[in-house]
């Protein structure tokens, strides 16, 4: 359940209550009307009912800039709701709104970004060169490439074209900080590159293509449903660091067929973890509010569906051809 509180003029009344009516409101509230002539106004929605209900405020607020609309959070409500409501709720997805929000932040090209994928990328190389899996894992957990991942993926859903450059700067800018820094480090620490956590990362099969198509999607469920992002961090960090710095440690060494194989792993692994999370927000109906913009927006996501489904054939492609090129 949700409360969502409407400030608006008092002769929006009206119109907040039929809102109230029409998508099955538990409760609805308005205050006595302020100096300024606004209004305050709450309703208790069922999480199901959520983004109909925004959708529909949001008239209101296209036509009275001064109005605002505010989500609050509600941990209990009694009486209990019936196990068909319990079902219904816990079938919704989060607000198109709390999506954005949520995403959007992460997407950010900032100083907190650049730091966090220099501390993963160093805690990832330490990991791989000692081949200390503990190690690798706490990069994992950093997983500074799954927001910008995930934003790209919302962006395309919704049609957000300055999102999407956005995020796309963000996730070419953290890839490359994380290559550039492994490359020093494989050109100025002198190590045992036999260590098989590091030459795991440079190996790829398609098993790699099912981990990040499984991880894209667990990323994507995990933005849409609200289950913990920890463990689904992990799972792209997985997908996406360790093979961009293994990349850069090779390059550093000058190990050219090496390098090959994980920069080869790291496209796959991009592409499948985009490919999946758009898949996923598809097919979750994660649209645009108007249906112009629907109509845009899903001709663009099966556009970009299309794109990365052709180039993880190509990139597979690539696959069997070093294989078979090794095995001569």
Not at 36 to 62: P, T
Not at 262 to 267: E, F, P, V
């Amino acid at each position: 359940m949700k409360y969502v509180e409407i400030v608006t003029d008092k002769g929006n009344i009206d119109t907040v209550s039929a809102i109230a009516e029409q998508h099955d409101a538990s409760d609805f509230r308005h205050g006595e009307e302020g100096k300024d002539g606004m209004r305050a106004m709450r309703l208790l929605v069922a999480d199901d009912k959520l983004q109909s209900v925004l959708d529909s405020l949001q008239k209101i607020l296209n036509s009275q800039p001064s109005a605002r609309v505010a989500v609050l959070p509600v941990e209990i409500v009694l009486p209990t709701p019936t196990a068909q409501e319990r079902k219904e709720e816990d079938a919704a997805i989060e607000a198109r709104e709390a999506l954005y929000e949520g995403v959007e932040k992460n997407a950010r090209l900032d100083l907190n970004f650049t730091i966090l994928v220099v501390l993963s990328t160093i805690v990832a190389a330490i990991g791989l060169i000692e081949n200390n899996v503990a190690v690798v894992i706490g990069a994992m957990v950093i997983a500074p490439l799954l927001g910008p991942n995930l934003a790209f993926g919302l962006a395309t859903a919704l049609g957000d074209i300055s999102l999407m450059q956005k995020s796309a700067l963000t996730t070419s800018v953290g890839i490359v900080i994380a290559v550039t820094l492994s490359v020093g480090i494989g050109i100025f620490w002198p190590f045992d590159v036999s260590s098989p956590e590091l030459v795991a990362r440079t190996e790829v099969g398609l098993d790699s293509v099912a981990l990040a198509l499984a991880s894209g999607a667990a990323a994507a469920l995990s933005l849409t449903t609200g289950l913990s992002s920890v463990l689904v961090g992990v799972m792209v960090a997985v997908a996406l660091l360790p093979p961009a710095v293994a990349l850069g440690i090779m390059l550093g060494l000058g190990d050219v067929n090496l390098a090959f194989g994980a920069g080869l792993l790291l496209a796959i692994n991009v592409v499948c973890v985009n490919l999946a999370i758009k898949v996923v927000f598809f097919f979750k109906g994660i649209r645009p509010r108007t249906w112009w913009e629907k109509k845009k927006a899903k001709r663009a996501m099966v556009i970009y569906i299309l794109a990365w489904i052709v180039t993880l054939i190509i990139l597979v492609s690539f696959i069997y051809g070093r294989k078979a090129f090794a095995s001569q």
